[in-house]
């Protein structure tokens, strides 16, 4: 009997504690809730620095709070770079067929140009599920599966966003990486294929600005041998895109350039992956007639993780990052922006991947950044 009284009396003095707790939560829900003013933008500035090629990648793309935004490009003007490369995947803006809402984009382009950046529009990436087809299963697959017939769709959205914005992009870039399997929706790289997806979507994009400045998307540097069903050498696949008609449609190419384990001055090698395989791909593109049309290196730079086998120590990021900078300017022309990756995630990614940036998402800024920013603004009055 005296369990059960104890029982009962842990019961009744729990049933309080509840009670006391939803009447809590119902004075919290009757509050009235605080309501944030919106964001007010000063007048527009500038960028102070003596090396304009610097550029990065801000990664904004899932950043919901319009504060953050605007304090990250805020960091990457008093950095010192110039531009910015931002991704803009075609389902967060198309809802339907002919269907769009570039509010979230307006407000990092609007951001960026307060703060005196370029933008560099990356486009494509996510296919909207009505694009995609449904499989077997009854699922829509990869969201980076694009089929033939949704070509002339995803065309259609990159004229509209050239179009809405109209004047106000650096340049775009048509896809990323599509010579690597996981962004090709899981198939085998096909060169012809995506110089068809550039073609179309370049005359839409021409269609809404003549002036705009189409770009090929960036190929992943990789070794990979034709027939691999991961990935495909990124110079034999731009070979290939070339051979189907490429130059017709592009302007220029955004390319990446990541050192790994080498220091920025090791020599290309066409069996090498390495900070100036940059330099073999201006060669290909000599060779098609382009040898002199701008190459945006979209993604650059070293990781410091403790723990992967590629990185290197912070020092040598560092030295590294900024001597990759230094031989872009003094030797390869026509080259607008090298765009580190990348500045800012918005959460952590608890990987290597942590380590490829110069700020925290807590906006902690790394010794790289301010390494960066010296190096950017060393003897310039703001």
Wanted: charged letters at 20%.
């Amino acid at each position: 009997m005296e369990f059960l009284r104890r029982l009962a009396a842990d019961v009744q003095r729990r049933r309080g504690w509840i009670l006391r707790g939803l009447v809590l939560l119902g004075v919290l829900t009757a509050m009235p809730r605080a309501v944030l003013p919106p964001l007010e933008l000063g007048p527009a500035l500038a960028v102070a620095t003596r090396h304009p090629v610097l550029c990065t990648h801000t990664r904004l793309t899932d950043e919901v709070e319009a504060w953050k935004i605007l304090h990250t490009l805020e960091l990457v003007r008093e950095m010192g770079a110039t531009s910015i490369v931002e991704y803009f995947p075609w389902a967060y803006y198309a809802p339907g067929p002919d269907r769009y809402d570039f509010g979230q984009a307006d407000l990092r382009i609007t951001f960026a140009e307060n703060q005196g950046l370029r933008v560099v529009a990356r486009l494509g990436g996510i296919v909207p599920e009505w694009a995609r087809p449904i499989g077997a299963d009854g699922t829509h697959g990869s969201d980076t599966y694009l089929p033939e017939e949704s070509y002339e769709a995803f065309a259609a959205f990159v004229g509209a966003f050239v179009a809405h914005f109209d004047g106000r992009l650096d340049a775009i870039i048509v896809w990323n990486e599509p010579n690597v399997a996981l962004e090709w929706g899981f198939r085998r790289p096909d060169p012809e294929a995506y110089t068809q997806l550039v073609i179309l979507a370049a005359e839409r994009a021409r269609a809404a600005d003549p002036d705009i400045v189409v770009l090929g998307g960036a190929l992943a540097p990789t070794l990979e041998p034709e027939g691999s069903d991961l990935a495909l050498n990124d110079l034999v696949y731009l070979e290939r895109m070339y051979a189907a008609g490429a130059a017709t449609a592009l302007d220029g190419l955004a390319v990446h350039a990541y050192g790994l384990g080498f220091p920025p001055e090791e020599p290309p090698a066409p069996d090498a992956l390495n900070f100036r395989r940059v330099e073999l791909v201006r060669e290909v593109m000599a060779r098609h007639g382009q040898g002199e049309a701008p190459i945006y290196v979209t993604e650059m730079g070293w990781n410091d993780s403790p723990r992967w086998t590629r990185a290197v120590r912070p020092g040598a990021r560092i030295d590294y990052t900024i001597a990759a900078m230094a031989w872009a300017e003094a030797h390869w022309a026509n080259v607008p922006a090298v765009c580190v990756w990348a500045f800012r995630y918005p959460a952590p990614q608890h990987s290597y991947g942590d380590y490829f940036t110069l700020v925290t998402p807590e906006f902690v800024r790394k010794p790289i950044y301010d390494a960066l920013q010296a190096w950017a603004r060393e003897g310039v009055v703001p």
